[in-house]
């Protein structure tokens, strides 16, 4: 993983944070399009060699299970 670029990731999902709720088999996320953006950049580099290019994908049996909760993403306009 880039250090560098985690750490600007970082740095820019502090200036709007994430609001992160739970509840009812359901995790919600809520947040500003700029933080989504360092989120996703953050995802990718967390991912290190399951990634190619700008993607990666959530395995079954790895990363998500069927008892797993539901993820909601809500862009907030703040």
Do not use: W
Not at 12 to 21: N, V
Not at 63 to 71: F, I
């Amino acid at each position: 993983m880039n250090y560098d670029l985690a750490i600007m990731a970082l740095e820019g999902m502090s200036r709007a944070p994430l609001r992160i709720s739970s509840g009812d088999d359901e995790i919600v996320i809520e947040g500003s399009g700029a933080t989504f953006k360092e989120l996703a950049r953050l995802c990718l580099l967390l991912g290190g060699t399951q990634t190619t290019d700008d993607a990666f994908e959530l395995a079954p049996g790895t990363h998500v299970t069927d008892d797993s909760p539901r993820v909601s993403l809500r862009l907030t306009t703040e």
